[in-house]
């Protein structure tokens, strides 16, 4: 008897030591030194997830892991993702992360004024993403913006999302804007905030470069803006490598707004919010120029007199500009 109470007095203490080391590697700090994210693969079990975890860094103690993950009843409710774990953090707490599914959002912005080939062109520069867009979405139908998301969500959902953001942006400022404008649609709207964007370098002068657009088309003159004729001779692709010749402002084209009245057929690029908004509220100005200042902004004029004077400020600025670079 006498080695019998010998004998369970060691193995309680042995259960009791092994508790208390559980219990300790299980709750303490962890070896991680720095931030460090993990891709857990869909359909890897408990025990490859333990040692994945340990392999890496990010917990002291596969058998640790996998003991206290079923002693808290959480063993198979671990989920795949990326998770992007801190420096020193417990075992215990990457099993919660794993458990809630705590993975690690993503952020895409998408910036103004690119075309639908260049979005879906930056998408598939995103590794996180999976799948492959399936063509080229409407010109002017993907709202630029920052994108949440986790890895492995698809390409074509967000797609899907852009566009739908779009058509929800377009429909709420299309019901505020301003009376007797001369565009019969939404769609026309974002046509016009597509040229906006692109001819836009400061922000706050919006609401005036669309102002003039507006103006010029309610006396039926040409828009002549430039970003339409590159568009039209980069096929779309919304950038030239090279200046704008004479010769491209008369190649014919319904995009090339210096040969036709009114607005192109479709957008040219994706207009963000602001620029929808500028069009659909222009300022209050009688102007119908602009053209560079050589600050970055434009200098804007009532009249064509007034228009020439300010180029000839332009073309001025260039030749200063080249000589400099021509002496250094």
């Known amino acids: 008897m ?23 590697a299980y709750r303490q700090p962890g070896p991680l030194a720095a931030e460090a994210t993990v891709v857990i693969e869909p359909g890897v079990g408990g025990a490859a ?16 892991f996998r003991l206290g993950t079923r002693l808290a009843g959480i063993g198979g409710a671990l989920q795949a993702g990326e998770y992007t774990f801190p420096p020193g953090i417990g075992a215990a707490a990457v099993a ?11 952020r895409l912005t998408l910036p103004e004024g ?3 080939k260049q979005v879906v062109s930056l998408l598939h520069e995103v590794d996180a993403l999976a799948g492959v867009v399936d063509g080229v979405p409407p010109e002017g139908s993907l ?7 986790t890895r492995g969500d698809r390409r074509d959902a967000m797609i899907a999302r852009m566009s739908d953001a779009m058509a929800r942006v377009l429909a709420d ?6 009376p007797d404008l001369p565009l019969t649609s939404p769609e026309e709207a974002l046509i016009l905030a597509s040229i906006v964007e692109k001819e836009a370098a400061l922000a706050e002068e919006r609401p005036r470069i669309a102002a003039v657009f507006i103006n010029r088309l309610r006396r039926g003159m040409p828009l002549q803006a430039d970003p339409t004729v590159i568009y039209a001779v980069s096929d779309g692709d919304g950038t030239l490598s090279r200046p704008l010749t004479r010769a491209d402002l008369r190649t014919p084209s319904p995009y090339n707004t210096y040969t036709i009245n009114g607005l192109p057929p479709g957008p040219i690029a994706n207009p963000g919010a602001d620029s929808i908004r500028a069009v659909l509220n222009p300022a209050d100005t009688d102007e119908l120029f602009f053209v560079a200042d050589g600050s970055g902004g434009h200098a804007f004029a009532r009249t064509l007199a007034e228009h020439n004077r300010n180029v000839a400020r332009w073309r001025a600025h260039l030749r200063r500009n080249a000589e400099s670079s021509a002496s250094e």
């Open 2 to 24: 006498r080695l019998l109470l010998v004998v369970g007095m060691m193995v309680l203490a042995a259960a009791a030591g092994a508790g208390y080391w559980l219990y300790e």
């Open 49 to 64: 997830i333990a040692q994945q975890l340990a392999d890496e860094g990010i917990i002291a103690n596969a058998l640790a």
């Open 143 to 149: 709202l630029p913006e920052t994108y949440h998301f």
């Open 114 to 116: 690119l075309t639908s």
């Open 96 to 106: 919660q992360a794993l458990t809630r599914g705590a993975v690690r959002i993503h």
């Open 173 to 178: 400022l299309w019901e505020q804007r301003a």
